[in-house]
């Protein structure tokens, strides 16, 4: 949900990769997977996406 929130709002997060813990890919954390940004749309996704995820956790 929060990659499509991120590219409704113009940003272009990074597809596929190996996400999950070192050597277990599909495993995931507590946290759950990374979402990575190119360099230069980081800081405003990170803002944006702190953001939503409050929104969510309110409800």
């Known amino acids: 949900m929060l990659i499509a929130a991120l590219k409704a709002h113009g940003f272009h997060p990074k597809e596929g990769g190996e996400h999950g813990l070192p050597g277990l890919a599909g495993v995931y954390g507590p946290k759950g997977i990374p979402i990575e940004l190119p360099e ?20």
């Open 40 to 59: 230069d749309e980081a800081a405003d996704g990170k803002i944006l996406a702190e953001a939503l995820v409050a929104e969510m956790l309110r409800r």
